[in-house]
């Protein structure tokens, strides 16, 4: 019985490694422009790590740049991915499970998105099994940085696990075991919002730091979760109905827009209260925010990042609001692009760069990204959708039957 | 067997021309891996076992905490041809250090961040110091008035002088913050670095109020004949690449009895450090005497770093 387990299972990646491999031209074209911009990106970590992270535009004033700033959109990303479990599950609406597994796979490839963003932006890579529980020093449950650790850790294996057990059942011809899957679907959605709440504590626990230094960032980080992961879903789901013969039918991506709607107008909600605080009160807190919207005796590197996001976003959701939205077409595209860049900037550039301009000691000195950080930061982007696209192969193969466990097998 | 070679062949049969394209493709893609990290592989090279291996500064052994000073010691030795002694600098029982700086007569002349400069290594072309000095208009203690990069002779009119360093917070946001406790708060009070211990994420630098803290971007620079070979493991010794350091109240003297080299360097006087478990200790007598007051109070943190207006 082991034995045929493991035949079986050795078939499954076998033939997993086949679809993921197989494909038109424009797959092809797709995969080489991927692995090459990822090569670019390893290429200039590579030379990152041997020269010191002087090669990135950081400094002792803005210590923290693009890389953390894609890391904190990226953890959105993956909780907003599991948005779609809550109202399959919890709802049990038919149509949302076989969907479902999109949204996990997109979480994964978030997660490891996250991981490799981390990973850039360490000085010393070389000593990351210090953080290691048991082998390092790991310093919980003091640090925050060690419960987004654990947190996102543990999110990736709840994922894997998940996405792993459907496929391979489904592959087996088998019904997936509720009591193997469904307890650690719902562990997924709480962990969903656990990961998203952690990372908004590494920044608004620090008190040095009054920009972050705010209640409101956790709340508003999961309200803008629950528009870029499902905005990035209903995309990947366009692209697999066109791309594949797997149906996709129309009413949970009509959810995630449903879910779309509320989440950003509670987005922008949070965003005017903030403002209204910050700027009626007029402390010496709003520094960083008279930096970031209306730059500060000359400096306003950021002035054009913001003002784009927060165009974009009402816009977005503007467009969101349409009838049109509800249907498969242009509007509900552009509409999720447009929440896409605005949410990524809001998050990124526009959240973490603030943090530290004007400085702990008021000094302002701006941070633009430089040719290395932007190069790692497409790679890694380029590993993830690397990733997603063969998840995403394999899971289609699946799911079409095209790849599935031979009748006969070998008698034992 | 024969049934296993009927389910095989149809798959060997496959090496067509497809199968045979992604075999190379996948040779030149590990080949073009290989390529792209290489890079990695010559900072690998400069990189020794044992330092790899090396454990928290904490967790070592006499014996080992020897060896390793031992290593760093030749190894500095090797870089700079210089008779540099690395030692271990322990904290005296019924010590905590605390500092005070009178405002009243700090004129701004920044002697004391190019002694923290010279003192600990630092970086020859950045100018690196542990200490900034702030020109702050009179009227306030605000920041957003102050500047740290003026240019003309001090003191100047109308301003007063605000030089900033590690606070030494008795409860310090960056020690919580570390996530492999590279850093802590030492039984005098000082909080330190295991520059070997680091990983380098900066959560540290983000955590802390007062910009005290430095990352080495890329590795320091110091010319040979400049580099001040009395180092000491967790203060001045020159730091690696890619890890975080800040002010240990120059331990390696502290330590030892003497006082900090900006205090030494300041021509003022404004300067005052000592023990402040000693009643008889200059420093006890400025915090009873002085109306003193720390930077950011309300944060919390605790200060160790006094500041006063003597008039």
């Known amino acids: 019985m082991a034995m045929t387990g493991v035949t079986n299972y050795l078939r499954f990646l076998r033939q997993a490694v086949h679809v993921a491999t197989e494909g038109g031209w424009l797959f092809y074209a797709w995969m080489f422009v991927l692995t090459a911009i990822s090569l670019v990106g390893a290429n200039a970590w590579a030379v990152q790590v041997r020269d010191g992270m002087i090669r990135t535009h950081m400094t002792d004033h803005v210590s923290w740049g693009l890389y953390i700033a894609n890391f904190t959109f990226c953890v959105g990303l993956a909780a907003g991915g599991v948005m779609m479990v809550i109202p399959a599950y919890l709802y049990r609406d038919e149509e949302m499970h076989d969907v479902v597994i999109i949204g996990e796979i997109v979480a994964i490839a978030a997660i490891v998105m996250c991981t490799l963003s981390v990973i850039v932006d360490l000085g010393r890579p070389d000593r990351l099994w210090h953080m290691i529980p048991g082998l390092g020093k790991f310093n919980w449950p003091i640090s925050m940085l060690t419960w987004d650790m654990i947190v996102l850790n543990v999110y990736l294996l709840i994922n894997l696990h998940v996405v792993g057990y459907l496929l391979y059942t489904r592959f087996q011809g088998r019904m997936p075991n509720p009591v193997w899957y469904v307890p650690f679907v719902f562990i997924s959605i709480f962990w969903a919002i656990s990961i998203h709440t952690v990372t908004a504590f590494l920044y608004c626990g620090l008190g040095g730091r009054p920009f972050w230094n705010t209640a409101l960032l956790a709340p508003r980080f999961l309200a803008s979760a629950f528009v870029s992961g499902p905005a990035f879903i209903l995309f990947v789901m366009r692209v697999v109905r066109v791309g594949s013969d797997l149906p996709m039918h129309p009413g949970p991506a009509r959810l995630l827009v449903q879910i779309i709607r509320v989440a950003s107008v509670v987005n922008l909600l949070m965003l005017a209260s903030e403002l209204f605080t910050i700027f009626y009160t007029g402390s010496g807190h709003a520094a960083a925010a008279r930096y970031l919207y209306f730059g500060e005796d000359g400096h306003d590197a950021l002035v054009p990042w913001i003002w784009s996001a927060i165009v974009m976003n009402l816009v977005g959701t503007v467009l969101f609001f349409t009838p049109a939205a509800l249907q498969r077409g242009t509007t509900r595209v552009v509409a999720c692009l447009l929440v896409l860049v605005g949410i990524w900037i809001e998050k990124g550039m526009g959240l973490i760069v603030p943090g530290f301009v004007p400085s702990t000691l008021h000094e302002v000195v701006e941070y633009v990204p430089s040719l290395t950080e932007w190069k790692i930061t497409a790679g890694i982007w380029a590993f993830g959708l690397l990733i997603l696209t063969v998840m995403l192969k394999v899971t289609i193969a699946v799911f079409t039957k095209e790849m599935k466990l031979a009748p006969r097998t070998v008698a034992d | ?311």
């Open chain 2, 1 to 311: 067997m024969t049934e296993r070679r009927a389910i095989e062949l149809p798959v060997i049969g496959e090496v067509t021309r497809r199968t045979a394209i992604k075999a190379g493709a996948t040779t030149l893609g590990l080949a073009a891996w290989a390529t792209a990290i290489q890079p990695l592989f010559e900072w690998a090279s400069e990189q020794s076992v044992d330092e790899f291996l090396q454990k928290h500064y904490r967790e070592l052994s006499p014996g080992e905490l020897q060896a390793v000073l031992n290593r760093l010691t030749d190894e500095a030795r090797r870089e700079t041809g210089r008779p540099v002694v690395i030692r271990d600098h322990q904290p005296i029982p019924g010590v905590v250090f605390a500092y005070a700086l009178n405002l009243s007569i700090c004129i701004g002349c920044r002697r004391c961040a190019e002694a923290c400069h010279r003192e600990n290594n630092h970086d020859r072309a950045t100018h690196q110091s542990y200490i900034r000095v702030f020109e702050m208009q009179k009227g306030g203690i605000d920041f957003e008035c102050g500047n740290a990069g003026y240019h003309h002779p001090v003191p100047a009119k109308d301003k007063y002088y605000m030089p900033v360093q590690c606070q030494q917070c008795e409860n310090p946001p960056c020690v919580k913050a570390c996530p492999i406790e590279a850093t802590w708060q030492e039984e005098d009070g000082i909080v330190v670095v295991d520059y070997n211990w680091c990983i380098g994420c900066r959560y540290c630098e983000a955590a802390c109020p007062y910009h005290a803290r430095r990352f080495n971007w890329e590795k320091p620079q110091i010319p040979a004949e400049e580099v001040n070979i009395q180092q000491s493991y967790l203060s001045n010794r020159i730091r690696p690449q890619g890890v975080m350091e800040k002010c240990h109240f120059c331990l390696h003297r502290t330590r030892e009895g003497r006082l900090p080299a900006c205090l030494e360097a300041c021509p003022t006087g404004a300067r005052v450090f000592g023990n402040v478990l000693d009643p008889h200790s200059e420093i006890r007598w400025v915090l009873e005497n002085k109306r003193v007051f720390v930077l950011k109070e309300e944060l919390g943190t605790k200060p160790r770093f006094y500041y006063f207006f003597d008039k």
